[in-house]
């Protein structure tokens, strides 16, 4: 429907006289007889079959004379929409909370979150320029001091890219990224050799982060900490892949019930700040944002036992509108992952995009 009241659009500002079957094609659409991108396919095709050769034009033909748009355009019918409107931001928002568990006397779990916004406006619409840097740290469970390892990347992560001018035009490279990532390791790596921590005793933490500049997003990981997206189209998705024993089998060919089945299935295979920069790997990923979403930065202790997979249609779609309180959303999902895993500490941190195709005609 978007597509042909968008060709409607176009043939209202042509200057020419139309042909008969563009004429045709309009009244068989507004009759409601093309409602489907296979009837509209079937009825272009069937058209370009009996059209027969027209004389040469007296002038230069503009762009909507050329006949041999029209085969392109039966050939990528299904993406022409989102091809032809570009998508621009309009609205960026985020809640971020951090709770002990009802297991727990201390928290190891950290976030931070530092963002960028310039509202536009204009007599006919109101867009904005967003970029945002969110953090969430989880110190290494069964090690001492996972809460200062935890805050420690944040807080290096943070200045890192408050200093670093390599996004003030778009993301950064994930050469960038990876820098960053390493940078911290090596700032809480340090601390564990001036302290001359050994074994259990050395701290570390995990890492997700998420970096948005307008439509585009990175994504890197160190750990078990992980990022989703949901969007109405695409459902609940996780974005990343736990760096733990098991899901290192898994990418070798090993069944996941046999490679879950290993009594050191759960354990990191790597993490920031135990071992040195030869030993960190981090994951990085970049993607754009084409229809509203969130995403969700989470720690192991909302994330275990599947939670989100069997409760965010109920906690988190609700939170795509756009009247939607982020902040009560992530009390209340907070709250009902403590009732599922209290057993650890449960950190989340929601981002709501929210996106619109551009106005005005696009190129062919």
């Keep these: 429907q978007d597509l042909m009241k968008f060709w409607q659009s176009l043939f209202e500002q042509s200057q020419r006289t139309q042909f008969g079957w563009v004429i045709a094609l309009m009244q068989d659409w507004r009759d409601g007889k093309i409602q489907t991108i296979e009837q509209l396919r079937s009825y272009l095709m ?22 041999d748009t029209f085969p392109q355009i039966v050939e990528n019918i299904e993406t022409q929409d989102t091809e032809l409107l570009p998508i621009q931001l309009v609205s960026l928002e985020n809640a971020g909370k951090s709770d002990v568990g009802s297991q727990r006397d201390h928290n190891e779990d950290s976030f931070g979150i530092q963002t960028q916004i310039e509202n536009q406006e204009t007599p006919t619409e109101k867009i904005i320029q967003a970029k945002g840097l969110y953090v969430l740290c989880d110190g290494m469970g069964g090690h001492a ?3 200062i390892a935890s805050q420690v990347a944040v807080d290096t992560i943070k200045q890192y890219f408050k200093v670093e001018s390599s996004w003030s035009v778009g993301l950064p490279s994930e050469e960038i990224i990876r820098e960053a990532i390493i940078q911290a390791n090596e700032v809480i790596y340090e601390i564990n050799q001036q302290e001359v921590r050994s074994g259990s005793s050395r701290m570390g933490t995990t890492l997700v982060m998420a970096m948005v500049y307008d439509t585009k997003v990175a994504v890197a990981h160190v750990g ?28 070798r060919g090993v069944e996941p019930e046999i490679a879950y089945g290993r009594p050191d299935a759960y354990q990191l295979t790597q993490a920031l700040g135990p071992r040195d920069k030869n030993f960190v790997r981090p ?14 930065l989470a720690s192991d202790g909302l994330t275990d036992n599947d939670f989100l997979e069997n409760n965010w249609k109920n906690l988190l779609e609700p939170l795509l509108g756009k009247q939607a309180n982020l902040e009560s959303g992530v009390n209340q999902l907070i709250d009902l992952a403590n009732q599922y895993n209290g057993h650890d ?12 195709p551009q106005k005005g005609v696009a190129e062919y």
């Design 46 to 67: 069937t058209t370009e079959d009996n059209l027969q050769p027209q004389p040469p034009p007296t002038s230069a033909p503009t762009v909507l004379q050329t006949d």
């Design 145 to 147: 001091s996972g809460e």
């Design 224 to 251: 078990d900490s992980r990022l989703y997206r949901l969007s109405r189209q695409g459902g609940l998705e996780q974005i990343t892949l736990d760096h733990e024993v098991g899901q290192r089998e898994i990418n």
């Design 283 to 296: 994951d990085v990923q970049f993607f754009d944002l084409d229809e509203d979403s969130l995403l969700i």
């Design 345 to 356: 500490n449960i950190t989340a941190i929601v981002i709501r995009a929210l996106v619109k």
